[in-house]
């Protein structure tokens, strides 16, 4: 399938004088409403460069809003989006081609191999078939799928199917990775290799990451967490800090007292 990117969008040729160039992400009071309902109440938040950042929320706290507002798949109603300086309403080509992202739904052609669905993905973004084989097999031992890419979608785990999205969202090799609720359906075993994987790549390659999740073990201590819940941030900042300035000995715990439950 088609990723959810406005693929027109990445090839705009309009630039404009960027904007907060120190941040992957900024969002700037953001607010979007469903008819009556305000999903996002003046939102604000950065991602610092090659940082894992957390979105931690419920569900129902608006990270899948907010997530479709920053691909674009909404239009901005109030507030600011810019990527890398780039402001997605003015900019969105040079915005969006630095841009992966994984959805919580998953996207893949299920009849296709894995090569196959990295070359149509590759496809829209202009890549040769060359490049896009090249590409492909680097992204693929990314993830440790490399063996993997002649074998059809439906024959993998929820793991591996997960593992062959990152891949995908990595080959046109961007600056900042989303990923809503990558893990949810996946067993312990698969959401500890995601999760590896993806810090991996922040390590190592220094991508940007957003990874919105409302599972309070996927955090560590020196995370940069956001906390959303019912469309408004309560706290950000490393996660340890947040703790200290609380008084108390956890994240887990400062989520709780903050939004009331315990999550999961």
């Known amino acids: 399938m088609v990723s959810m990117i406005d693929v027109a969008a990445l090839q705009s040729s309009s630039v404009h004088m960027p904007m907060h160039r120190d941040s992957a992400l900024a969002v700037e009071a953001v607010s979007h409403a469903y008819g009556k309902r305000r999903a996002l109440d003046e939102v604000s938040f950065t991602v610092a460069p090659g940082h894992f950042t957390v979105l931690l929320g ?3 706290a608006g990270k899948s809003t907010l997530f479709s507002l920053i691909t674009r798949l909404y239009a901005t109603q109030s507030g600011a989006i810019s990527l890398f300086g780039f402001n997605i ?6 915005a969006l081609r630095r ?6 739904a998953r996207t893949l052609d299920l009849d296709l191999s894995v090569a196959q669905n990295l070359a149509y993905h590759a496809a829209l973004h202009g890549l040769s078939p060359h490049e896009a084989k090249q590409r492909a097999a680097q992204v693929l031992r990314q993830v440790a799928m490399g063996d993997r890419a002649d074998d059809k979608v ?5 793991g591996q199917m997960r593992r062959v999205e990152i891949a995908r969202a990595l ?6 990775l989303l990923l809503d609720e990558p893990t949810v359906g996946l067993d312990v075993k698969a959401r500890a290799e995601i999760l590896s994987h993806v810090r991996a790549l922040v390590a ?5 990451v957003l990874w919105a999740t409302h599972l309070l073990d996927e955090v560590d201590p020196g995370d940069d967490v956001v906390i959303l819940h019912q469309g408004h941030v309560l706290d950000q900042g490393k996660a340890c800090e947040i703790s200290m300035r609380s008084g108390i000995q956890n994240i887990a715990e400062v989520f ?8 999961r």
Not at 89 to 94: C, L, S
Not at 99 to 104: A, D
């Open 99 to 104: 841009l992966g992202v994984v959805f919580q």
């Open 171 to 176: 080959l046109h090799h961007p600056r900042l």
């Open 58 to 60: 419920l569900n129902g």
């Open 204 to 208: 190592k390659d220094g991508v940007a």
């Open 154 to 158: 439906r024959d993998l785990s929820g």
């Open 256 to 263: 709780t007292r903050l939004t009331g439950s315990g999550g």
């Open 89 to 94: 309403a003015h900019d969105p080509g040079e």
